[in-house]
């Protein structure tokens, strides 16, 4: 097994138009998605992320965001899982999908691996 | 098997409270197991929003949401209503707009910090304190937010305190007689209720540009009443806007007990809202009257078996498919005895007499007779095309089946859109024994707008006829 992490992306108004029921029913998704996955055994960690932050170069550090204008990293989770393949499909669930992509990467053991 | 399904059992603006046709399903036992030790299935106060989900007896009690997630449950919607209730009071109604959208923007936050950060330790307050940053932080609004900045820093406003004045003001404000009855139910849902859009518009049977047009004007209506005072009415108005706040709230209830979007038909979290709210004017002396009572009585009798009514898929059951077990007993007794509290004084609302329909509903066997000749009161206080089809449904189930009234009715203009209405007709001609004609209805039924677990069951009777 193999640590994975999804980077979670979206849209900054994606879900700006929720109403509190809404919103309410997505938070639940969210939560029970990872409940449902701890629960099989499999932890999920993470954390949020700044809406804003710099990117260091050099000398210089320029504003974030740092992926194409309007789309913003709203987060990252880490789980378990033996290769990409099994990890992308558990990530393949999760409700966030609605609102936006999630990238998909190992957390290399030894160094940067393909 | 029993074909008929639940069916609309409100009067007035909105189908169904529903009546379950109860066949003659009498076997269940109908007390839950453990239920003593049990936790009740929803909230009893405003703060109680952790514990759902905690009874011993293992079965999803009282609103049908399943047991995870528990620390956030019900929070935005409490929360959405209760933070814009506080703000508009301390910023004025003109200004609900920025209210609302701080609310939004709060809720935005928490959904991008919360899933990875966890959720903080007092929610409610973290949602407060960034609405408010929000509002302190408007450019837009810079002038009016300086001038009440003061009262928003104080430390009361934050407290996580009950805001039950703030939003029963709230709600008599949407409810407000200069408003169109229907966007007075509009603005009670959507800012008090926390319900979207489309939701709004499938509990008002409407469309959903519609809703959006009678918000917008309704708040421009706001805007240039900004000098009124947001508070509950004097006792003398009292009456008059009251009955605005309860068919909302019964609008409410109905759009958690028979939700037509989304996956989970059953949104317990909205019935338990309008009952929260309910509780809200019992609580309060002014608006403490018997038809409050019978209200709330209804709603809780209907609400016990708001879990029963879902499968572990979410698929909608059949009445003598459910469990009766799953019955809430807490609920149903409390429902009789607030039921036994409104019977006071001479005055008998409609609510009175479905809470009555309510009742029967919960009985072992259910008495169709009985439950016609409710409707038939009810219809005289309160007509309805609604309440006129489930009259004629209890009285197909009693035996006295009328085609020539069930057309009448799909001539009627309210219940074109309504997908209950072709259910029901599938639903008793196949039990007359016409499966041709049962299918047809039942696909036209399909064509309506309505929930997914809705149309799985119109699928799963469709396929019964053929």
Known sequence: ?114 | MDPARPLAGGSGLRPPISSLPAGTDSSGGSARQGVDNSEPGWPLAPEATLPRGTDSSGGSAGWGVDNSGQVVEQLFRHSAGRITATLVRVLGPAHLDLAEEAVQEAMVRALQRWPFAGVPANPRGWLFSVARNHVLGSVRHGAVVRAKLPLLATPEVVDDEPAGDDELALMFLCCHPELPLVSQVAMTLRTVGGLGVNEIATALLTAPATVAQRLVRAKKWLRTEAARVVDVPRADALESRLDAVLSVLYLLFNAGYDAVEGDRLVRGELCAEAVRLCRLLCADPRTDLPRVRALLALMLLHGSRLAARTDDAGDLLLLAEQDRGRWDQRMIAEGVRVFGDSCVGVAKSAFHIEAAIALCHVGVATEWARIVGLYDELLTVKPSPVAALNRAVAAAMAGDLDPAELNRLREEPALRDYHLLPAALGALWLRAGEPRLAAEYYREALTKRCSAPARRFLQRQLALCL
């Not at chain 1, 969210?30 to 050099?58: C, D, K, Q, T």
């Not at chain 1, 000398?59 to 393949?85: H, K, R, W």
């Not at chain 1, 990890?87 to 999630?102: C, M, N, Q, R, V």
Request: proline fraction near 4%.
């Open chain 1, 1 to 114: 097994m193999a640590g994975y992490v999804g980077f979670l992306r979206g849209t900054e108004d994606a879900q700006t138009h929720l109403s509190p029921a809404e919103a309410q029913r997505t938070l639940e998704r969210y939560i029970e998605w990872s409940a449902s996955l701890a629960a099989a055994g499999n932890p999920v960690g993470g954390g949020g992320l700044s809406r804003r932050g710099r990117v260091v170069r050099g000398l210089d550090a320029t504003d974030g965001p740092f992926v194409e204008g309007t789309e913003i990293l709203g987060g990252f989770l880490t789980i378990e899982a033996t290769d990409l393949d099994e990890a992308e499909k558990i990530f393949s669930s999760h409700p966030h999908l609605d609102f936006g992509s999630i990238e998909v990467r190992k957390i290399g053991a030894q160094g940067c691996e393909p």
